[in-house]
C-alpha cells in the first residue's frame, strides 16, 4: 500500500510536468531570474557558514565540495552551480559568451565599478544566470584572496527544457 501511494504521488508529478504549457521566452527569462536569486542567496548563506564553522576545509568548501546543500539545490532546480574567479577566463569548460560575461565582471572589479547579476541565453537550449559576490564576503577573501581583484561570481546554468518542464502552470499565469 505505501509502495502504491508514493508511486501514485510520483505519477501525479509526472503527468504535471508533462502538461502541455505555452512559455514565452520572457517567462523563461523571469523565472530564470527569480530561481538563480533564490539559488544563490541559499548557496552563498551555506558557503559562508561552513567557511565560518570549518576554516580549515576552505579548499574543498571553495570547490563546492562538502556542501550537501548545493547538490540539493542542483537536483531541485536542475542546475548546474559554480563559483568563478579570475582564473576560470581561460576555463574551457566555459563558452565564448560565459568568459567574455566574466572577463567583463573582472574590468569592473579592477576598476572599482558596479557590479549586478545578469543572465545570459546560450543558444536555445540553456541560460546561465550570473551573480557577482560582495568584496565585503568572506568567499571573496577566503576562495579568491591570492587574486588582485578578489572576484568571485556565481554561475547557475539552467536548461531550457528543464525550466518549462519544471515551472507550474498556475505560476505562469502571474509571469506576463
Request: aromatic share 6%; with cysteine.
Amino acid at each position: 500500500m505505501e509502495r502504491r501511494v508514493n508511486g501514485s504521488k510520483e505519477a501525479v508529478e509526472k503527468v504535471k510536468s508533462m502538461q502541455i504549457k505555452r512559455v514565452t521566452t520572457q517567462q523563461v527569462v523571469t523565472i530564470v531570474d527569480d530561481w538563480g536569486q533564490r539559488i544563490v542567496k541559499q548557496a552563498q548563506a551555506n558557503l559562508e557558514n561552513s567557511l565560518a564553522k570549518s576554516p580549515s576545509d576552505a579548499a574543498a568548501f571553495c570547490q563546492l565540495q562538502k556542501l550537501p546543500q548545493i547538490d540539493s539545490l542542483e537536483k531541485l532546480y536542475t542546475a548546474e552551480i559554480n563559483l568563478l574567479g579570475t582564473k576560470d577566463l581561460k576555463n574551457p569548460a566555459l563558452s565564448a559568451k560565459e568568459q567574455e560575461i566574466l572577463d567583463a565582471y573582472v574590468y569592473n572589479a579592477e576598476n572599482k565599478l558596479s557590479q549586478i547579476p545578469n543572465i545570459q541565453k546560450l543558444g536555445d537550449s540553456a541560460l546561465v544566470y550570473n551573480a557577482p559576490v560582495s568584496l565585503q564576503s568572506s568567499i571573496c577573501h577566503k576562495c579568491f584572496g591570492e587574486d588582485a581583484t578578489h572576484l568571485a561570481v556565481w554561475r547557475v546554468k539552467f536548461k531550457r527544457n528543464e525550466v518549462i518542464r519544471k515551472v507550474n502552470a498556475k505560476s505562469l499565469q502571474k509571469i506576463k
